[in-house]
């Protein structure tokens, strides 16, 4: 990957604003910077004093058609009345371009942080989950990548091995255990009987709250089971998890049906995400943003303490799949 994949160096203030001004936008305030590590996200006030959010891709990640894909999934969810922040379309388009950087600009959107431990509102939340899968099965992203072993196990695990991360003292241990893992993931992964569209990246933080959910940030969309959409807004004890999981489903189903065999999918992809962002953060790694942000990722303790994860999660996929249907 070249240095461009890191390299926000050109993203000064009057840079965005002619950016901006491109499109026909004149931005009147600063540019506050937003959370954001893949991409970089500002907020301002344009003259008219309407708020907006711009969005600025990371060079290399997405392709062209990979980010309209995105775009037009997003638009399609809001022509379905569905809660979501879509890209604004100026001059018939909704994605830019100005001198490397592919950029979007948003209507800016305010809310509350989704509470995850209220029950009414996760009951909002399986809602509309079932409305937004029950449009993402319509088709599948054509460009966009599909959730599975490679890119969530195979990938990363090369990444790491050609990475410098991993103590000396702990490789032998570290890449032991990262094999243990992988091979118990293979026997644990099915392939799913459906692929759909998903949001990609639903976790509680992805998600506002206002009159009812705000899902935000569709940058992870991809093909995938439906369950990746749900596994990641359950925490607590299996108990917990299990009341949690029978909220969500009783809403979605309202809208959209659940195969219930998805859910042995539950802790496969757990450990996938696990891998994938410990690879994910070694890849970024150039980027001065993220030493700032995980100053613990080049500690030592860090990798000792997932050799440990390692193992908690080899024995998770040994437990029985959560279940909402009678044990016999």
Not at 123 to 142: M, N, P, Y
Not at 187 to 192: F, G, I, S, V
Not at 255 to 270: A, G, Q, V
Request: glycine share 6%; net charge negative; proline share 6%.
């Amino acid at each position: 990957m070249s240095d461009t994949a890191f390299n926000f160096d050109a993203l000064t203030p009057d840079f965005m604003w002619y950016a901006l001004e491109s499109i026909g936008i004149r931005a009147e305030s600063g540019f506050l910077p937003l959370n954001s590590y893949e991409n970089r996200v500002y907020q301002f006030t344009d003259e008219e004093r309407q708020r907006y959010v711009v969005k600025f891709y990371r060079p290399e990640r997405w392709s062209q058609e990979q980010i309209q894909e995105e775009h037009d999934f997003t638009l399609e969810l809001i022509e379905g009345d569905i809660p979501v922040a879509p890209p604004c379309r100026i001059n018939g388009q909704t994605l830019h371009y100005y001198q490397g950087y592919w950029f979007a600009l948003f209507a800016s959107v305010g809310g509350r942080q989704f509470e995850v431990d209220n029950l009414e509102q996760l009951e909002g939340v399986g809602r509309f989950l079932g409305r937004i899968h029950k449009v993402g099965s319509r088709t599948q992203f054509q460009h966009r990548p599909t959730v599975g072993l490679e890119e969530y196990l195979y990938q990363p695990r090369k990444l790491l091995q050609n990475s410098s991360f991993i103590p000396l003292h702990l490789e032998n241990a570290f890449f032991s255990d990262l094999d243990m893992l992988i091979n118990h993931l293979e026997q644990h992964w099915q392939q799913p009987q459906q692929i759909i569209r998903l949001h990609g990246d639903c976790h509680p933080g992805n998600i506002l709250w206002r009159d009812g959910p705000m899902f935000v940030d569709l940058d992870d969309s991809r093909n995938g089971p439906a369950v990746q959409d749900l596994w990641m807004l359950l925490n607590g004890e299996r108990a917990d998890k299990l009341m949690q999981l029978d909220i969500i489903l009783e809403a979605y189903q309202e809208f959209s049906d659940f195969n219930m065999s998805e859910l042995k999918l539950i802790e496969p992809l757990r450990g996938l995400r696990m891998v994938h962002y410990m690879a994910w953060l070694a890849k970024r790694w150039q980027d001065p943003a993220f030493p700032i942000a995980f100053p613990w990722f080049d500690d030592p303790k860090y990798w000792e303490s997932q050799v440990l994860a390692f193992k908690e999660q080899i024995s998770a996929l040994s437990e029985p799949p959560l279940s909402l249907m009678p044990q016999w």
